[in-house]
């Protein structure tokens, strides 16, 4: 009897293959580094057929190691950033690199969005409300539009846009381009909340309705593992190829929500996320956030920031750069040593803004750094103020959310730390809680081929069946009220600075514009 899934999961730094039994047991996995590509002038690019056989080699890795009988992989599925995309010719060559979601090509868009809305008696509210997506780096349709813009001739010839999961699944033998609701209305062009495409958007921005691939519900089988690639990955040709949703959706079925309005789920890696989920869409008043479809039904609010363990990895850096890498136990020293420093870091505040502030306005003049130091602030006062200063600005996107949560599940690197976890708890005033399973993303995508297969009858089954809690983390009373106290002297110190101070800078680091 066919017992496992494996799931490809592509993220920005590489593809890595797991192998979980029904139980959401991890039995194996490997992992491949993929190279980004960024440019001065703000592209991200990754090289497709790199992106091929890095899931091919992971694929076969995984299986080698796992010492099952391919044939006892009951499916293959995959998951991937969303707003990233390539177009291919009707040939199913790839015209360009892969353009992944950090690609800031599409901000030089911007103004002409804008103008053909205003041309069409349009403002950027009516785009929100049709769309449910802001205008943003992130729109995938912006990148497009760039595209025609720059490289007519290449636009000419595409007959598709294809995204990780459908680069991957057809590399795996899928017999068409498909997208699934979780990352099908990035492109300006299509209704939030039927998916389908907006004649009058079309009209306005000029797209051709046909690039855009067919919609596939999670859980739909798209094709079989052929005989080649088989051969090349160690699969039994034959095994079912199903689609599956986005990383972020995925994370969050990972971790156990299969569409809980009272549980968020907070990812803590190199951005910060919050994802909340609702029966009816919840769009922002102000238009600021993406709202989109999540797998089994229901939508997604996603809120993020652009740094937030990556600002943690950065102090490790600055404060340990002789340990930093080459110390096996480095998080777990700094973890010791910010434990001496009692909460409120002795009026010590850093802003963890390395990439500008998101909320509660979005402001790129304004940048981080430690406020309150004196001669006699220690290194584990720098560390703890640290911790205290990305839990200050997680909780911002959180009260932007307008969500009251039962618990929130934590991903990410700072799942690792009990400190930073009962710190989470104690800033938001909530519980925070973290599973069993490091890879919540490739988890969440065997859920849902897990219900493809009829191994489970439906996502919420598979949820509960695959998802396992690891700790739960209640807030300290006393410590919820003094980090009250920090927190609004921290909101304080972005407030304030960011009125003269850090304008001042920015026009500085400019050279006096």
């Known amino acids: 009897m066919s017992e496992y899934i494996a799931t490809i999961d592509a993220g920005t730094g590489g593809v890595r293959c797991v192998i979980f039994d029904t139980q959401g047991n991890a039995v194996s996995r490997d992992y491949r580094e993929m190279l980004t590509v960024y440019t001065p002038d703000g592209h991200a690019e990754q090289d497709p057929i790199q992106l091929i056989k890095a899931a091919w080699d992971a694929m076969r890795g995984a299986i080698i190691k796992s010492g099952i009988d391919a044939a006892q992989i009951s499916s293959v599925t995959a998951t991937g950033t969303q707003t990233t995309f390539a177009p291919i010719d009707r040939n199913g060559n790839f015209l360009t690199n892969i353009i992944v979601w950090q690609d800031m090509r599409g901000l030089e868009m911007f103004p002409w969005i804008r103008r053909r809305l205003a041309e069409h008696g349009m403002t950027e509210a009516d785009l929100y409300r049709r769309t449910l997506h802001p205008i943003n780096m992130l ?303 490739a988890l969440g995508a065997a859920m849902i081929a897990a219900c493809g297969t009829g191994q489970y009858p439906s996502l919420k089954d598979a949820v509960c069946g695959m998802a396992h809690v690891k700790r739960r983390y209640t807030p300290n009373p006393d410590n919820a009220a003094r980090y009250l106290e920090s927190y609004e002297a921290w909101q304080s110190c972005v407030e304030d600075l960011g009125h003269r101070a850090f304008p001042a800078l920015a026009k500085v680091r400019n050279g006096g514009v």
């Open 139 to 441: 729109l995938a349709g912006a990148k497009l539009l760039w595209l025609r813009q720059y490289e007519p001739a290449l636009y000419g010839n595409i007959h598709k846009l294809a995204n990780t999961q459908a680069i991957l699944l057809r590399a795996f033998g899928a017999e068409e381009v498909t997208i699934d609701p979780t990352d099908g209305g990035w492109w300006l062009s299509h209704d939030g909340i039927t998916l389908d495409p907006d004649p009058e958007l079309i009209e306005v921005f000029g797209l051709n309705p046909d690039f855009f691939p067919r919609l596939c519900a999670p859980g739909e089988q798209v094709g079989k593992v052929t005989p080649d690639v088989a051969e090349r990955t160690g699969l039994k040709a034959g095994t079912p190829l199903y689609q599956s949703a986005v990383d972020q959706c995925c994370a969050a079925l990972g971790a156990g929500n299969y569409g809980l309005a009272d549980m968020g789920t907070l990812c803590m890696g190199t951005a910060g996320v919050i994802l909340t989920v609702s029966e009816e869409p919840t769009p922002h008043p102000l238009g600021r956030y993406p709202v989109i479809h999540y797998p089994g039904g229901g939508y997604a609010s996603e809120i993020g920031v652009r740094v937030a363990a990556s600002a943690f990895r950065w102090v490790r850096d600055m404060l340990y750069p002789s340990e930093a890498f080459n110390h096996t136990n480095i998080y777990q020293r700094m973890d010791v040593e910010a434990a001496g420093v009692p909460v409120g870091s002795n009026g010590l505040c850093f802003l963890p803004l390395m990439a500008g502030s998101a909320w509660p306005k979005a402001d790129d003049r304004i940048r981080g750094g430690w406020i309150g130091a004196s001669l006699g602030t220690t290194r584990a006062a720098l560390v703890r103020s640290a911790l205290e200063g990305i839990c200050f600005e997680m909780r911002q996107i959180l009260e932007a959310s307008g969500r009251t949560f039962t618990s929130i599940r934590v991903l990410g690197g700072a799942a690792r730390s009990d400190l930073w976890n009962q710190m989470q708890a104690d800033v938001y005033g909530c519980p925070v809680e973290t599973i069993a399973s490091q890879e919540a993303s």
